[in-house]
């Protein structure tokens, strides 16, 4: 394991994941693909894998590249942290929507129904990497059809699992959640904390925490 580190790499362009890093107060450098990497190529589904094993190995090849990425740009050694979130409706995995009528269909599917999120982080310590995996079930309220129809317009399902974020304009169309709203956003805090304190990062609050520097 890497001597105590005063920061994580946050292998993620996600701004939802610095957020929630910043609630745990730990301080973290930012360590996304870059323009020369295929990112979305490692959450290709692959035929008749489980939602669950599949955000696991999206996850850890998500980590793969981040340690390829920081030996390559030569970077300070120190933990790095990777994460993938997934909607699941059934054994169904509802990724990123490709399009406006792609959107919608998810949108449509989840309406009136429970469905499942499935988050996995991994960090890895400069030995080893561990992983956990945080499961949470939503109840979506039924969803006119013009409803949908404004939300896909306003563009916010573009890049999200499921085509929604918890977080966001559809929020008071959420009857309940049983789980861990912080992993519905897309990074579990009590599992991420556990992970991060076993690899030596501290996650007490201070001043300067979530003051990021991209990597």
């Known amino acids: 394991m890497l001597p105590m ?4 790499y946050l292998a993620s362009a996600s701004p939802r994941r610095r957020q929630l890093l910043e609630q745990l107060g730990v301080a973290y450098r930012l360590l996304a693909p870059g323009a020369d990497e295929d990112a979305e190529a490692l959450e290709a589904e692959r035929p008749g894998e489980r939602p ?3 955000v696991c ?3 850890r090849a998500k980590l793969a590249a981040a340690r390829a990425r920081l030996a390559r740009r030569a970077l300070p050694a120190a933990p ?3 994460a993938d979130t997934t909607v699941v409706l059934g054994r169904r995995i509802l990724g990123k929507p490709a399009d406006a009528a792609q ?3 998810m949108l449509a599917a989840l309406s ?10 991994a ?12 499961v949470s079930r939503v109840r979506m309220a039924p969803l006119p059809p013009a409803l949908v129809e404004r939300y896909v317009a ?8 499921g085509a929604y974020a918890i977080q966001g304009a559809l929020a008071g169309w959420i009857e309940r959640i049983e789980g861990s709203h912080s992993g519905i956003v897309g990074l579990p805090l009590h599992p991420t904390a556990r992970l991060l304190g076993r690899a030596g990062v501290a996650t007490a609050l201070a001043p300067a925490a979530g003051r990021a520097a991209s990597a």
Do not use: M, N, Q
Request: hydrophobic share 45%.
């Open 5 to 8: 580190s005063g920061f994580v």
């Open 52 to 54: 669950e094993d599949y």
């Open 57 to 59: 190995r999206v996850t």
């Open 80 to 82: 790095i942290l990777c």
């Open 103 to 105: 959107a919608r269909a």
């Open 112 to 121: 009136g129904r429970t469905h499942r999120v499935l988050s996995a982080v």
């Open 123 to 134: 960090v890895w310590d400069g030995r080893r990497a561990a992983l956990a995996l945080d």
């Open 154 to 161: 306003g563009g916010e399902p573009f890049g999200k699992a």
